[in-house]
């Protein structure tokens, strides 16, 4: 008996990431996500950036695609928020070798530094030799559903680079109101359709894909959104009915305004989410330094308060708009100072946010599993001090994180 026992629990262990995995599709009810049995299912992610020059998702130069799976699930994942360009959605047959090389004048940096990543990526990667960027995208999300992780595919720019600010021409659809190049030069409305109707087909071969967020921090600038919030209202519901539409297995998260923080206008005005019934999902992004929720250095409860007037109300049930709210974007840099590795600001911010968090028992995807970058802001192998990894992928950055999250890891509340 002794003998076999470890067979037998290598065997059990073997099977329990099919057992953990949930019974899919996913589903919306009041203000919860529900499996196909109707069991809530907290979705406890990370974002892992995709949506960069190089067209793949960051890190495959560090470690390989199954090292980092592990590494996700074995830390109480469940579900990663994977970001991509519309640039990638709408040509998924690109030759990751060339993509590569393309890069290099895409982020203005020698063409000799790309190929060193590209090396780098076959090195820990080797099947990537041949592959197409969607192909890396599929290795990613099957590897990671494997391991019963699910995915949320974000559309996080137009243009593939980093994101997001008022003059990086991603920010709202240059289709709407008060068009201006600064901030709209390269959303243009009908390939942001494109490329959601692209990924959602795509999706359905990849059943580990259980949710597509429609845009990432959409941003109006200067005339833009001055007309009710009229484009708002039209292009998402747009957006939800084309995926729905294209993919019914899918949640559509929808995101707010003013950088994905501003849910506020559906307390009066309900967007019509009808083309996507039981399937819609809120989300909102919130940083120590997002300006309409200011530093709680004098009072965690005003900065709590202004949490549940601009998006947090959306888990009051019984009202039309009531839905889950995953909080898609949170984080803080690692390395900051004293309190545990985190600056001063930063830990009040997180301490703040996290009671929050604990209270509404709400889905969340911490900002970010990268440690690097293959390139940003014309810096290769760039640093990402946020990273929840270490610059070379191999663990913690900082192992205090995990359990600043506190209860936010556990399932407090039920429907
Ligand atoms: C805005 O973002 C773009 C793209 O990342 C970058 O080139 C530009 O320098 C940024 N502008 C500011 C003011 O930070």
Request: charged letters at 15%; a negative charge.
């Amino acid at each position: 008996m002794a003998r076999w026992l470890p067979l037998f629990l290598a065997a059990l262990l073997s099977v329990i990431p099919t057992v953990l995995a949930q019974s899919l599709p996913l589903r919306s009810s009041s203000r919860w996500i529900l499996d196909s049995n109707g069991a809530r299912v907290k979705l406890r992610c990370v974002n892992w950036a995709g949506h960069m020059e190089t067209n793949i998702p960051e890190g495959l130069d560090k470690q390989s695609i199954p090292f980092i799976a592990d590494w996700i699930r074995d830390n109480g994942f469940n579900c990663v928020r994977l970001t991509y360009s519309v640039d990638h959605a709408l040509s998924p047959s690109t030759l990751v070798s060339s993509s590569f090389t393309a890069a290099a004048a895409a982020a203005s940096v020698p063409q000799s530094s790309m190929q060193t990543l590209y090396k780098n990526v076959l090195s820990h990667n080797p099947t990537i030799a041949g592959a197409t960027t969607r192909d890396v995208f599929g290795s990613v999300v099957d590897n990671l559903w494997a391991r019963g992780i699910m995915t949320i595919l974000d559309n996080h720019v137009s243009k593939a680079s980093w994101c997001c600010n008022l003059t990086d021409g991603n920010g709202w659809w240059d289709s709407a109101f008060g068009y201006n190049s600064i901030n709209s030069r390269y959303f243009h409305t009908q390939d942001w359709l494109n490329g959601l109707q692209s990924m959602a087909t795509w999706a359905r071969a990849h059943p580990g894909v259980v949710a597509m967020s429609l845009r990432n921090e959409l941003r109006a600038f200067l005339l833009q959104d001055l007309n009710g919030r009229r484009d708002w209202y039209n292009l998402i519901k747009q957006g939800g009915n084309l995926v729905h539409a294209t993919n019914p297995d899918v949640l559509v998260v929808v995101g707010g305004v003013l950088g994905g923080t501003d849910l506020s206008h559906v307390r009066s005005k309900m967007l019509d989410t009808s083309g996507w019934a039981g399937k819609h999902v809120w989300e909102m992004h919130a940083y120590s330094y997002t300006v309409n929720f200011p530093d709680p250095l004098g009072s965690c409860e005003a900065v709590q308060a202004e949490y549940g007037a601009f998006s947090g109300f959306v888990l009051e049930q019984g009202k039309p708009f009531t839905g889950p709210l995953l909080l898609s974007e949170f984080g803080v840099g690692m390395t900051g100072g004293s309190q545990q590795g985190l600056n001063d600001k930063d830990s009040r911010y997180l301490q703040c946010l996290v009671d929050y968090m604990q209270n509404n028992d709400a889905d969340w995807a911490v900002w970010a599993l990268q440690g690097s970058y293959y390139v940003r802001d014309g810096v290769v192998d760039w640093d990402e001090g946020w990273g929840l990894l270490s610059h070379d992928w191999s663990g913690w950055r900082n192992g205090a994180f995990k359990g600043m999250l506190g209860n936010m890891w556990k399932v407090t509340q039920q429907p």
